[in-house]
């Protein structure tokens, strides 16, 4: 079955660090565009980063310099390090598989509630 | 970045009614404009895509139309599974992408 598996949410304080995770079966992560998308308690959808099928990465201005995303081709495994987390970053995060690059997802995770709080 | 701006924000309807929900982005882009199902407690999920190619396994009572800023996804005849919010999405070239606020589908 092809699908998206993330884990890796929690609580955490601010200024603390979290490693998410998003597992694929069904297809090769390293053959696509991946992008983390994520939603804040009650609010709409927001494009966090990109790992594009070369390796090369990109991120919004609001979370650029703070997270990180990587990939572990052996493991078919797609990762968001976020540092220097802040309340402003509570929002359940998604992994979304673009489809043939053009910038649609049509494969989404059920996603993982991260809560940044004292 | 490019600005996308969704209308109504929220709409009430009947099963039966056809309805229509309107995208504008802030500058051109093409047809790279995507529409998206979501339902409380649950992913996106991706209806539309390129403006008006309709993704596998959707109902053919979805359709969009638009190209350059203006946008439309239409529902023909409303179904009891169709209320939910709806986003469109901008993937012109130059990143980030952006969601619209969302609209939001209510039983009358």
């Known amino acids: 079955e092809v699908q998206l598996v993330e884990t890796g949410g929690g609580l955490i304080q601010p200024g603390g660090s979290l490693r998410l995770s998003c597992a694929a079966s069904?297809?090769?992560?390293?053959?696509?565009?991946m992008s983390w998308v994520r939603q804040a308690p009650g609010k709409g959808l927001e494009w966090v980063s990109i790992?594009?099928?070369?390796?090369?990465?990109y991120y919004a201005d609001s979370v650029k310099g703070r997270f990180t995303i990587s990939r572990d081709n052996s493991k078919n495994t797609l990762y968001l390090q976020m540092n220097s987390l802040r309340a402003e970053d509570t929002a359940v995060y998604y992994c979304?598989?673009?489809?043939?690059?053009?910038?649609?997802?049509?494969?989404w995770g059920r996603g993982t509630l991260v809560t940044v709080s004292s | 970045d490019i600005q996308m701006t969704q209308s109504p924000s929220s709409l009430s309807a009947s099963v039966g009614d056809r309805v229509t929900i309107t995208c504008r982005a802030s500058?051109?882009?093409?047809?790279?404009l995507n529409w998206y199902q979501q339902k409380p407690g649950k992913a996106p999920k991706l209806l539309i895509y390129?403006?008006?190619s309709l993704q596998s396994g959707v109902p053919s009572r979805f359709s969009g139309s638009g190209s350059g800023t203006d946008f439309t996804l239409t529902i023909s005849t409303l179904q009891p599974e169709d209320f939910a919010t709806y986003y469109c999405?901008?993937?012109?070239?130059?990143?980030?992408?952006?969601f619209g606020q969302g609209t939001k589908l209510e039983i009358k």
């Open positions: 979304a598989r673009d489809d043939g690059g053009d910038g649609h997802f049509d494969l």
């Open positions: 069904g297809f090769t992560v390293s053959s696509n565009y």
């Open positions: 790992i594009y099928s070369g390796g090369s990465t």
């Open positions: 500058q051109s882009i093409s047809n790279y």
């Open positions: 390129a403006a008006s």
């Open positions: 999405q901008q993937s012109f070239s130059t990143l980030p992408y952006t």
